[in-house]
């Protein structure tokens, strides 16, 4: 089958991540670039032995050429972005977070339904190895029922440009960054129905607008609690590594945050390395894309599973506000 030929929107580090995934992929991706500069797409495509480079994102989606586009521009201009693409009928692929309000996923979903094109959202913990590993065991019974679920995820960011402007963010640390974790802890513990959400005061100065640090608490639809810290602040002097833990009621998981390990201690006893080659899920999540585009299937990551993670993020700063369990 023919390569599907994929045009990165946006030519920024977001970008350099996902050329050097598609190289890995590069005998079912050819890469083209499209900046709104011609001059800085044309470094990219010369840097990643692209087929191509535009000097507009306007060019680049009606180019009859291009299949597909990867909109790796800032989530305030997805919904124009969303729209060029769906006008030029291109497949689409979309950076998280998807948005920075429901109503403005709700604009990319009615564009995307209007020119029936194939959408995905571009959320790589969606197909972290680890997640996969952890609902096994669940499905398994391995620990019983589960009945609590922590994830932890602290430590420094450096934040500059766009994500220092609240205008721009739409939120704090867990809209830009904390969605991804947000995605994994509804991926391991099923739906989430309420939320209540709690931020130190007084400690710091915040690094971006809004919040860089939120303690959740949630209740999962299946009668489970789940316990979420995400913080951009906080001090980790172990290089980004944290501890998880899922507690059961016949045994427990305990896992590092990021997929490096998980060690079962239940009716199986294990110790399990999900997968050193594609930790974070990037290749998985691309090469599914590529995939869907070239068989006209419907991705798992879809547009409903980024509402469910926005959902989830906007009930949390509703909690913000009430101090008090929000439903999603």
């Known amino acids: 089958m023919n390569k599907v030929n994929l045009c990165i929107l946006g030519c920024g580090s977001v970008a350099r991540l996902h050329s050097r995934v598609a190289?890995?992929?590069?005998?079912?991706?050819?890469?083209?670039?499209?900046?709104?500069?011609?001059?800085?797409?044309?470094?990219?495509?010369?840097?990643?032995?692209?087929s191509g480079a535009f000097g507009s994102y306007e060019e680049a989606c009606t180019?009859?050429?291009?299949?597909?586009?990867?909109?790796?521009?800032?989530?305030?201009?997805?919904?124009?972005?969303?729209?060029?693409?769906?006008?030029?009928?291109?497949?689409?692929?979309?950076?998280?977070?998807?948005a920075r309000?429901?109503?403005?996923?709700?604009?990319?979903?009615?564009?995307?339904?209007?020119?029936?094109?194939?959408?995905?959202?571009?959320?790589n913990y969606f197909f972290k190895p680890l997640a996969g590993v952890l609902r096994q065991h669940i499905e398994r019974g391995d620990i019983g029922k589960?009945?609590?679920?922590?994830?932890?995820?602290?430590?420094?960011?450096?934040?500059?440009?766009?994500?220092?402007?609240?205008?721009?963010?739409?939120?704090?640390?867990?809209?830009?960054?904390?969605v991804h974790w947000v995605n994994l802890l509804a991926s391991i513990g099923g739906n989430v129905t309420e939320v209540v959400a709690a931020q130190t005061r007084?400690?710091?100065e915040l690094v971006v607008p809004v919040e860089d640090s939120l303690q959740l608490l949630v209740k999962f639809e299946n009668g489970s609690i789940g316990k979420m810290l995400h913080s951009w602040h906080s001090v980790n002097r172990i290089g980004g590594l944290g501890m998880s833990k899922l507690y059961g009621t016949e045994g427990?998981?305990?896992?590092?945050?990021?997929?490096?390990f998980a060690l079962v201690l239940g009716k199986r006893k294990r110790l399990r390395f999900p997968g050193f080659f594609d930790i974070m899920g990037y290749?998985?999540?691309?090469?599914?894309?590529?995939?869907?585009?070239?068989?006209?299937?419907?991705?798992?990551?879809?547009?409903?599973?980024?509402?469910?993670?926005?959902?989830?993020?906007?009930?949390?700063y509703r909690s913000l506000q009430s101090g008090a369990f929000e439903a999603v």
Not at 64 to 91: M, N, Q, S, W, Y
Not at 101 to 123: F, H, Q, R, Y
Not at 148 to 173: C, I, P, Q, T, Y
């Open 101 to 123: 309000t429901l109503d403005e996923v709700s604009a990319i979903e009615l564009a995307v339904s209007e020119a029936g094109v194939i959408a995905m959202v571009a959320e």
């Open 283 to 316: 290749r998985a999540m691309l090469a599914h894309f590529i995939e869907c585009v070239r068989e006209g299937n419907p991705p798992s990551a879809s547009l409903a599973v980024a509402r469910r993670d926005m959902q989830i993020v906007h009930a949390a």
């Open 202 to 204: 007084g400690t710091h």
């Open 23 to 50: 190289r890995t992929l590069k005998s079912r991706v050819n890469l083209l670039y499209a900046s709104r500069s011609r001059e800085k797409a044309e470094e990219y495509n010369k840097k990643f032995k692209g």
């Open 63 to 98: 180019d009859p050429g291009v299949d597909a586009v990867f909109i790796c521009t800032p989530h305030a201009h997805h919904v124009e972005h969303v729209r060029l693409a769906t006008a030029g009928k291109k497949a689409v692929i979309i950076e998280k977070p998807l």
């Open 252 to 260: 427990n998981i305990f896992f590092e945050s990021n997929g490096i």
């Open 146 to 178: 589960p009945m609590f679920l922590e994830l932890n995820r602290a430590g420094g960011n450096k934040v500059s440009g766009w994500r220092s402007d609240a205008e721009m963010m739409g939120g704090g640390a867990l809209l830009e960054g904390g």
